[in-house]
């Protein structure tokens, strides 16, 4: 069942996405090369309870981290860990907070020292992909509208879209209905209604979009070793269009 949130649920729900945001700000400011995910990993936790906050995806179905930290081929879901992020290296980083009772829910990728022309288009194109699957999430449209947008822009860049990890509702948890695709035909799928808040957040591989999952059974990689890029917000559909509650 999709629950729908009312007016004042869905400012509620953008105070805690308001923290997500702020946390992401203090990534921004950490990356660099010689800095390893756990040190991020270990200040966005500190912040964010300093700010009333709690991480959700520490062991959120055992999963050991308050952050996913996902470095190049890593596609999501990648463990923080004492390796030192080099330049050239594209990193995603996943946060996820409570705050008063409502979740928030955003990723970023964040390139580190320089990075290749190929890389920075990714990067790019998987931005655009994000906003132009938001633009699409209005009252009346089809979910297919929107993941079409998505799907079409990544395609008409040489670059595939995850199939295998999805969007999903958010709301007093993590993980509510629907569960989304990044790919769709216009005109198909769930109608989009006034009160529905859920995540885009496209996945987009340089090659292929097959995948698979390390042996810690989190961490998910491109098939072919290539890059991966990520972005995420977290939108409320109302009456005046989208609004991204993770801005």
């Given at each position: 069942?999709i629950?729908?949130k009312?007016?004042?649920?869905?400012?509620e729900?953008?105070?805690?996405?308001?923290?997500?945001?702020?946390?992401h700000?203090?990534?921004?400011?950490?990356?660099?090369?010689?800095?390893?995910?756990?040190?991020?990993?270990?200040?966005?936790?500190?912040f964010?309870?300093?700010?009333?906050?709690s991480?959700?995806?520490k062991?959120?179905?055992?999963?050991?981290f308050?952050?996913?930290?996902?470095?190049?081929?890593?596609?999501?879901?990648?463990?923080?860990?004492?390796q030192?992020?080099?330049?050239g290296?594209?990193?995603?980083?996943?946060?996820?907070?409570?705050?008063?009772?409502?979740?928030?829910?955003?990723?970023w990728?964040?390139?580190?020292?320089?990075?290749?022309?190929?890389?920075r288009?990714l990067?790019?194109v998987?931005?655009?992909?994000?906003?132009?699957?938001?633009?699409?999430a209005?009252?009346g449209?089809r979910i297919?509208?929107?993941?079409?947008?998505?799907?079409?822009?990544?395609?008409?860049n040489?670059y595939?879209?995850?199939r295998?990890?999805?969007?999903?509702?958010?709301?007093?948890?993590?993980?509510?209905?629907?569960?989304l695709?990044?790919?769709?035909?216009?005109?198909?799928?769930?109608?989009?209604?006034?009160?529905m808040?859920?995540?885009?957040?496209?996945?987009?591989?340089?090659?292929?979009?097959?995948?698979?999952?390390?042996?810690d059974?989190?961490?998910?990689?491109?098939?072919?070793?290539?890059?991966s890029?990520?972005?995420?917000h977290?939108?409320?559909?109302?009456?005046n269009?989208p609004?991204i509650l993770?801005a």
């Open positions: 069942m629950i729908l009312s007016k004042e649920e869905i400012a729900m953008k105070k805690a996405g308001a923290l997500v945001a702020a946390c700000k203090q990534v921004a400011a950490m990356i660099k090369p010689g800095v390893t995910t756990l040190e991020i990993d270990q200040a966005v936790e500190r964010m309870r300093s700010m009333g906050g991480p959700v995806t062991g959120y179905k055992g999963y050991p308050a952050t996913c930290a996902s470095v190049n081929d890593v596609i999501a879901h990648g463990f923080p860990n004492r030192p992020l080099r330049s290296d594209i990193v995603k980083i996943d946060i996820v907070a409570e705050f008063g009772g409502w979740v928030g829910d955003s990723a990728c964040y390139a580190v020292g320089d990075i290749s022309p190929a890389a288009k990067m790019r998987t931005k655009e992909c994000l906003l132009r699957g938001i633009e699409k209005v009252v449209n297919g509208d929107v993941m079409h947008a998505i799907q079409s822009h990544a395609e008409q040489g595939s879209s995850v295998d990890l999805l969007a999903h509702g958010v709301g007093r948890s993590l993980h509510e209905e629907p569960n695709v990044h790919v769709g035909k216009p005109g198909r799928g769930l109608r989009l209604k006034e009160g808040v859920f995540t885009l957040e496209p996945m987009i591989n340089e090659g292929t979009h097959l995948m698979y999952v390390d042996d059974g989190w961490t998910a990689r491109t098939f072919d070793g290539k890059l890029a990520q972005y995420e977290t939108i409320a559909i109302t009456a269009g609004i993770t």
